[in-house]
């Protein structure tokens, strides 16, 4: 009993300390329901969208996307730079990350974003593809 307790002790140490990675989709990519090039092909991924890994192989990665669902990607196609993806109707980017800071631009459902870093556990520092920076509420986004 008492191998059995330090085993599952173990077991959620290792969970816990093992943080998923963000990756995000280098060029429009084809996402698999299998590890091979012969299986399923769902669809395309667009490039930006932000994906947490899961499993790392040699050539293969699965990915969860932000609304759960798992696929499998070539590695190739992934970069390490982040994005996440706006989830909201129409999310906040402000110039601090503070409610009353002034407003920087609004970005609507599914814009991507590229991360700069997370401030605590309720803001999101992004930058728009325009070159515009601001910060949003983490609730309003994935992928970070």
């Known amino acids: 009993m008492k191998r059995l ?10 969970h816990t300390a093992a943080a998923y990675e963000f990756v995000s989709v280098a060029e429009p990519a084809i996402l698999y329901d299998a590890n091979s090039l012969k299986a399923k092909k769902l669809f395309v991924a667009t490039r930006y969208l932000p994906l947490e890994q899961i499993v790392a192989l040699e050539s293969w ?4 996307d932000s609304k ?15 994005y996440v993806v706006v989830t909201a109707d129409k999310a906040i980017v402000r110039s601090n990350w503070d409610d009353r800071a002034p407003v920087v631009f609004y970005a609507p459902r599914q814009l991507g ?5 997370n401030e605590g556990a309720v ?7 325009d070159g515009l920076t ?3 509420k983490s609730s309003d986004v994935w992928g970070d």
Do not use: D, M, P, Q
């Open 113 to 117: 974003l590229e991360w700069l870093g």
């Open 61 to 64: 990665v699965k990915v969860r």
């Open 123 to 129: 803001w999101v520092k992004v930058r728009h593809r």
């Open 134 to 136: 601001g910060f949003v």
């Open 68 to 82: 759960g669902k798992l696929f499998w990607i070539e590695k190739r196609n992934l970069s390490s730079k982040r």
């Open 5 to 14: 307790t330090t085993a599952l002790l173990f077991l959620v140490a290792c």
